[in-house]
């Protein structure tokens, strides 16, 4: 049952409390409860549902891009964990896949996901699991050609410990770092969500060795108690010189 309660606000002039309450139902777990009402509580997701995007997470995209502008007109951009679509929805219209920007040069987006992906006007979409063996070259051979930007929101089933999930999450974000040196252009962009934990020390010093920058972001639509956050890896310098 979902109910919303009322009371005294903070202010002490009477202001509504709004915030949806959610009972435990029977057959439902607590931690089922608790994800409901946050659901039901997050400004996020309501926002989600009134400007049409598939998740939450679509946001998360677009504060990263409001701040470092990476998703021009004309970029080729490949998104790896690509489900349910929110992040194709914000590049699709960004790079201006569908040419509907007059005057702005159009651009190309494929995603790839292990689950099912409705289809989105604009974008490519394939079922793969990335770490299956060879699909980083069946990746390549639907690009078709070199990419200005590499997305990854890959994220493996949660275990319940701390410390082999972010384990989990580290060896996703290295294998689409190793598939971004492989494709992007000079001057590329490689974005990808890590867990804190202490095992992302190695991928940074790879990613400051390939591009000229690299940021560590929390964005805003990033959950407050979520220990997620994002690297963003700008000016990627090419293939290294042999020595």
Known sequence: MVRKTTGQGGSGRGARDLRVKVKTAKGRKLSSTRWLERQLNDPYVARARREGYRGRAAFKLIELDD????????????DLGCAPGGWLQVAVDR???????????????????????????GA???????????????????????????LSDMAASASGHKQTDHLRIMTLCEAAAEFAFDVLEEGGTFVAKVLAGGAEAGLQALLKQRFTRVHNVKPPASRSDSSEKYVVALGFRGAPTAT
Not at 67 to 78: C, H, M, S, T, Y
Not at 99 to 113: E, H, M, R, S
Not at 133 to 142: C, H, Q, R
């Open 124 to 150: 490519e979409v394939h079922l793969l699991d990335f770490l299956e063996e060879g699909a980083d070259d069946k990746v390549k051979e639907w690009l078709g050609g070199p990419a200005d930007v590499v």
């Open 67 to 78: 701040r470092f502008q990476f998703l021009k007109p004309g970029a080729r951009v490949v």
């Open 95 to 121: 790079v201006n896949a569908q040419g509907l920007k007059a005057g702005k040069k159009q651009g190309f987006v494929l995603g790839v996901d292990l689950q099912e992906v409705e289809p989105l006007a």
